[in-house]
């Protein structure tokens, strides 16, 4: 093994621990982050309380008055 096959035995195991350092600390943060209570911005609670607040309007409307149909009896015809 010449000096060729000497260093890419050592970048290879340095490249490899570089990555199994990385997905160590990756998955660290992920256990930390799923710990943690969702954060939501301010324009986001805004919007969401408008869409609950017409959500709530829109559950309390009842409609135009019906109109009679075409067809029934009126008393102007």
């Known amino acids: 093994m010449g000096w060729y096959g000497i260093f890419m035995l050592i970048g290879g195991i340095a490249v490899g621990g ?11 943060l992920d256990r930390e982050e799923v710990q943690q209570p969702k954060q939501y911005s301010e324009q986001r609670k805004k919007t969401s ?27 102007n015809s």
């Open 49 to 75: 309380s408008e869409v609950s607040d017409w959500a709530k309007k829109m559950a309390e409307f009842k409609g135009p008055p019906k109109r009679p149909a075409n067809n029934e009896n009126t008393p």
């Open 18 to 28: 570089g990555w199994l350092g990385y997905w160590l600390y990756n998955r660290k």
